[in-house]
T-cell receptor, first 109, second 113 residues
Framework: DAKTTQPPSMDCAEGRAANLPCNHS???????VYWYRQIHSQGPQYIIH???NNETNEMASLIITEDRKSSTLILPHATLRDTAVYYC??????????FGAGTRLTVKP | DVKVTQSSRYLVKRTGEKVFLECVQD?????MFWYRQDPGLGLRLIYF???????EKGDIPEGYSVSREKKERFSLILESASTNQTSMYLC????????????FGSGTRLTVV
């Protein structure tokens, strides 16, 4: 699986968009970008994934650059409940997933 | 609502004890996983199973074993618990193939004293 690089922490004001970056410069053509988040004392929760097109669901949007070497997870209107650790994972199909240290997002009032 | 259920939320065991952590999923998923999570280290994969009675080592299998006798249940076993196995343990399941996401349990916080 390709290695990912994320900032260790970020802050965001409540109601504003949170933009979480992820670098994956060694991504292969068959590897997807996944995002999970982990709220304190809970298991990680799936957010969104994509291959090369931008994706949007009820939780977030995923923007993948044209060269696929980086991506951004966007929470359009962050709330206090979005405070969590966000993990960016790059992997092909298959059944095991490795998590890095992620980005600790703190949404402030 | 689909679920991955871990039998204990908090557990305290003594050094040298044999410890069983149980995980059950109700989604008929083929794949199940055990991770441990420690501050500053993120989630690390211990073992996973892609079918009943099948198991594969993850990145840190030493000191652990697993059992998958039924599709819905995946047990993590600490043969002789040590204090460095104090951690949060997370179980997950996933349908085989493609891009399906993982579903995680709420975790078991194990303290070995």
């Amino acid at each position: 699986d390709a290695k990912t690089t994320q900032p260790p922490s970020m802050d965001c004001a409540e109601g504003r968009a949170a933009n979480l970056p992820c670098n994956h410069s060694t991504i292969s053509g068959n590897e997807y970008v996944y995002w999970y988040r982990q709220i304190h004392s809970q298991g990680p929760q799936y957010i969104i994934h994509g291959l090369k097109n931008n994706e949007t669901n009820e939780m977030a949007s995923l923007i993948i650059t044209e060269d696929r070497k980086s991506s951004t997870l966007i929470l359009p209107h962050a709330t206090l409940r979005d405070t969590a650790v966000y993990y960016c994972i790059v992997r092909a199909g298959g059944n095991d997933m490795r998590f890095g240290a992620g980005t600790r997002l703190t949404v402030k009032p | 609502d689909v679920k991955v259920t871990q039998s204990s939320r908090y557990l305290v065991k003594r050094t040298g004890e044999k410890v069983f952590l149980e995980c059950v999923q109700d989604m008929d998923h083929e794949n199940m996983f055990w991770y441990r999570q420690d501050p500053g280290l993120g989630l690390r994969l211990i073992y996973f199973s892609y079918d009943v009675k099948m198991k594969e080592k993850g990145d840190i299998p030493e000191g652990y074993s697993v059992s998958r006798e039924k599709k819905e249940r995946f047990s993590l076993i600490l043969e002789s618990a040590s204090t460095n196995q104090t951690s949060m343990y997370l179980c997950a399941s996933k349908r085989t193939g493609g891009v399906h996401g993982y579903t995680f349990g709420s975790g078991t916080r194990l303290t070995v004293v």
